[in-house]
């Protein structure tokens, strides 16, 4: 009786959302959308919480969100306090992402609005790798993810909740601290706060920091800090990665090639960039195996002398033992 209830509850949050297009959160404080969540986290000057379940197919989703997020206490005790997105990836979130083909307009209009955050939901879920649910990220209003909140015994109520975030306060203000520095003084100042807000996010992590760290170039084109080449190349990789999510392969190998110009970058990394985008390129059969060839020769030109040449040179022997195989066919 309990599921039926929230089932049918579900059904009418989504008939009020369809009824009234400016219903921006839920009954516990939650937005529905990440967008609208980053906006009032910039206009109130507060983090961002996701909240990601399988609410209704997974017990320990369900369980969190029963005992923490319905709790009547969370809107007022933490709802007010972070912008909350809660993002459901129940079966029946998927299903509300689609209308019958015979429902009227605004009904297809709503499905479509859904489908849309879910899209956009589904996106930042496969930035963070998440592996188990439910969890609870903290993100900076920037979008720099700060921590994350597993579901443990622990925190299986509002106030172990509370007491899990309390346990966090001091590393999410030495973050906020970190994240200041990246704003104020000189160029050489800002890049150095840069690194080292980029030293302290988990690689895992490091893609919500990309805007942040291609604006190195920018900040400092003349390389004072010393910086500026580590950081076009991390900015490059991180593009890499994020063209990859949107499925974007060729986007994702010529984030590397384009690193093969950047002079300020060393020239041995910039090898690497080379002969990462032509791995790429003949892993997903994107590029023939000539322009494959092309890139590897390219790497080598770029460090002739560097120790990497060698397995660069046999590479190019395999691939173009291939391409006579195949040519023999």
Do not use: W
């Not at 997020?69 to 005790?77: I, L, S, T, W, Y």
């Not at 129940?90 to 899209?119: P, V």
């Not at 990394?269 to 020769?297: C, F, H, N, W």
């Amino acid at each position: 009786m309990k599921k039926l209830t929230f089932a049918l509850f579900t059904i009418l949050a989504s008939l009020l959302i369809i009824s009234c297009g400016k219903a921006k959160t839920d009954a516990n404080g939650c937005y529905y959308d990440i967008d609208d969540a980053v906006a009032v986290a910039n206009k109130k000057n507060q983090d961002i919480m996701l909240i990601i379940s399988v609410d209704g197919d997974d017990e320990d989703s369900t369980d969190f969100m029963d005992k923490v997020v319905r709790d009547p206490a969370f809107k007022k005790e933490i709802a007010e306090n972070y912008a909350v997105v809660n993002m459901d990836f129940s079966q029946t979130s998927f299903e509300a992402t689609t209308a019958d083909e015979n429902a009227d307009d605004k009904t297809k209009k709503a499905a479509d609005e859904k489908a849309e955050i879910m899209k956009k939901h589904t996106r930042l879920v496969t930035m963070l790798e998440v592996q188990e649910t439910p969890v609870v990220y903290i993100l900076s209003k920037e979008q720099y993810l700060i921590n994350g909140l597993f579901y443990d015994d622990e925190n299986r109520t509002l106030e172990g909740f509370k007491n899990a975030l309390a346990e966090k306060s001091a590393l999410i203000d030495d973050m906020h601290k970190m994240i200041y520095q990246t704003k104020i003084g000189t160029a050489e100042e800002k890049v150095t706060a840069i690194d080292k807000l980029f030293e302290a996010t988990s690689p895992n992590y490091r893609l919500f920091l990309y805007d942040l760290i291609d604006s190195v170039k920018k900040i400092d084109p003349s390389n004072s800090s010393g910086l500026t080449g580590k950081y076009i190349f991390e900015a490059a990789a991180i593009k890499s990665d994020k063209a990859f999510i949107d499925g974007d392969v060729r986007g994702a190998v010529q984030a590397y090639i384009d690193v093969a110009d950047e002079e300020l970058v060393p020239a041995e990394e910039r090898q690497v960039g080379m002969y990462t985008a032509a791995y790429m390129a003949s892993k997903t059969e994107l590029d023939p195996i000539p322009v494959v060839i092309g890139y590897l020769e390219k790497s080598i030109s770029l460090a002739p002398e560097s120790e990497k040449v060698p397995a660069i040179r046999r590479v190019i022997a395999a691939l173009e033992a291939q391409a006579e195989a195949e040519k023999a066919e």
